[in-house]
């Protein structure tokens, strides 16, 4: 009797080199600290290993580029499982602005830049920053309302342009 072997498919995975990543565009929806720093650094990490960087910001994440908000943007107490205090602590008068004073010092201390200031760092290393149209217009803001930073007002379907060939991540 004659045993015949079918051999294995080639996985693709096994024979192609990993593809390297040399763009990424970041949507910036939430408002909040923690909404906002993970596109922050996502955005530098990728300027500081030579990786093309887009910020796309909407809805509530517009306030970190707002001229008027920009200063003012706060941890969010209520409804934010990962403090692991209740939500009915985290709506107290002063809860918001003491977890907000908490995490700037820890972040003082790692020497990571006040929001404001990163936000411009990371326009400076090459990073484009962009408001959403929709949500420019659903809020009443104009392009004088942002830091001068933003590049421009943009649509969703140039967002997907420019980020075309790029990887997509959103926070």
Do not use: W
């Not at 941890?75 to 008068?93: E, F, K, M, S, Y």
């Amino acid at each position: 009797m004659t045993t015949t072997t079918i051999p294995e498919p080639a996985c693709a995975c096994e024979t192609a080199a990993p593809e390297t990543i040399t763009k990424v565009a970041i949507v910036v929806s939430h408002g909040s600290l923690e909404g906002i720093y993970p596109a922050l650094i996502m955005a530098n990490g990728a300027r500081m290993e030579g990786i093309e960087a887009s910020l796309f910001f909407t809805f509530f994440g517009m306030d970190a580029i707002t001229k008027a908000k920009q200063s003012k943007i706060r941890v969010a107490t209520v409804g934010n499982p990962a403090l692991g205090i209740p939500t009915l602590l985290g709506a107290l008068p002063g809860m918001s602005a003491f977890a907000t004073k908490q995490m700037t010092k820890k972040m003082e201390a790692l020497d990571i830049p006040p929001l404001p200031e990163f936000v411009q760092l990371c326009a400076d290393s090459g990073v484009r920053l962009f408001a959403c149209k929709a949500s420019v217009e659903m809020f009443g803001l104009k392009k004088e309302d942002f830091i001068d930073a933003v590049e421009d007002i943009i649509t969703v379907g140039d967002f997907y342009g420019l980020a075309a060939g790029g990887q997509i991540n959103f926070t």
